[in-house]
């Protein structure tokens, strides 16, 4: 007959804090999503930024709702992002 053994605290302890680890290290990596951009629409985003300047959190927060106002918007996969947004 077989004895079930059971997890010492410390076992307990050990396996949570590892899949807990593991889960974000994989959440964290799959938050950075590289996207590519075509030549042409890039110059257009990095000419139409070059004529702005955005030096705060409140002008950049400016900027994305004026992006959105005036359509300067691309789909890249499912997110919808505005120029101000693209490095």
């Known amino acids: 007959m077989k ?7 410390r076992e307990f302890i ?3 804090l590892t ?10 990596n799959e938050d950075k999503e ?6 042409y629409t890039n110059k257009k985003i990095k000419k139409y930024n070059s004529m702005r300047t955005i030096s705060s959190k409140k ?4 900027a994305i709702e004026s ?3 005036n359509n300067k ?6 997110k ?5 947004e693209i490095p």
């Not at 004895?3 to 605290?9: D, F, G």
């Not at 918007?73 to 499912?78: A, E, F, Y």
């Not at 919808?80 to 101000?84: G, K, P, V």
């Open 3 to 9: 004895i079930k053994q059971k997890l010492s605290r």
């Open 14 to 16: 050990f396996y949570l």
């Open 19 to 28: 899949v807990s680890l593991f889960t974000l290290i994989v959440s964290k």
């Open 34 to 39: 590289e996207f590519y951009i075509d030549e």
């Open 59 to 62: 002008e950049l927060e400016l």
């Open 67 to 69: 992006d959105h106002k």
């Open 73 to 78: 918007t691309i789909w890249v996969g499912k």
């Open 80 to 84: 919808l992002y505005t120029f101000a």
